[in-house]
C-alpha cells in the first residue's frame, strides 16, 4: 500500500520532475540518517553520508535504476555505504598505527635532545628511502591513498605496490633507529 506513492515518484523523478526528488528525499531523509548513525554511532557523519548518497542519486542518476522496492533498495545502500565508510576507517586508522609505530617511544618531539626538530629528522628518514619504495610510503600515508588506487597511479599491480610499501617501511625503520639519540 506504501509502495504506490512511491513508484509515482520514481516514475515522476524518471521524467525529470525535480519536486518528486525534493519529495522522496523529505520522506526517506530522516529515516535513512537514523539508520546509518545505527552503524556509524556518529550523527554528523551519519547525515553526511545521508545527504551525500542523495546527491549521488540526483548527479548519477541512481533512480533510473529504481525497480519495485525503493524504500528497501535505499536503506540497503545506506548500509553498505556505512560498512564501506567503517571499512575505509578502520584501514584509515590501522596506516595512522603503523605510521606511528615507526617511531620509539623515547623519540617523541617533545622529550627530543638538542639533536634538532622531529619532523625534519622524520623528513631527512625519508629522504633516505629512495625510488618506489618512498613513492609508495607517500602516497599511502601522506596523501592518504589506498593501495589500488597508488598502484594504478604508479602503474604497477597492486601486490607489487605492497611489496614496496611493506619495504620501504622496513628501510624507513631502520634508518630511524640508526639516527636514534
Known amino acids: 500500500m506504501d509502495q504506490a506513492p512511491d513508484i509515482i515518484l520514481i516514475d515522476r523523478l524518471k521524467e525529470g520532475d525535480v519536486s518528486a526528488f525534493d519529495a522522496l528525499f523529505l520522506k526517506y531523509y530522516k529515516v535513512l540518517c537514523a539508520n546509518a548513525y545505527w552503524f556509524l554511532q556518529q550523527e554528523q557523519e551519519a547525515k553526511d553520508l545521508v545527504q551525500t548518497f542523495f546527491m549521488d542519486i540526483w548527479d548519477k542518476k541512481l533512480y533510473l535504476q529504481f525497480n519495485g522496492d525503493v524504500k ?61 619504495k618512498r613513492m609508495a610510503i607517500h602516497m599511502v600515508y601522506m596523501e592518504g591513498k589506498r593501495y589500488q588506487e597508488a598502484a594504478d597511479e604508479m602503474g604497477i599491480s597492486v601486490n607489487s605496490f605492497k611489496t614496496h610499501l611493506k619495504r620501504g617501511l622496513k628501510l624507513l625503520r631502520s634508518v630511524i633507529h640508526q639516527k636514534k639519540p
Not at 556505512?82 to 617511531?103: M, P, V
Not at 622529550?111 to 626538530?117: L, N, R, T, V
Open 72 to 132: 528497501g533498495y535505499l536503506h540497503m545502500a545506506v548500509k553498505n555505504r556505512c560498512l564501506n565508510h567503517l571499512k575505509r576507517q578502520k584501514i584509515r586508522d590501522g596506516h595512522q598505527e603503523a605510521f606511528s609505530s615507526l617511531q620509539d617511544e623515547s623519540w617523541r618531539p617533545e622529550q627530543e635532545s638538542a639533536g634538532g626538530d622531529y619532523y625534519r629528522q622524520l623528513q631527512s628518514s625519508l629522504e633516505q628511502v629512495t625510488g618506489q
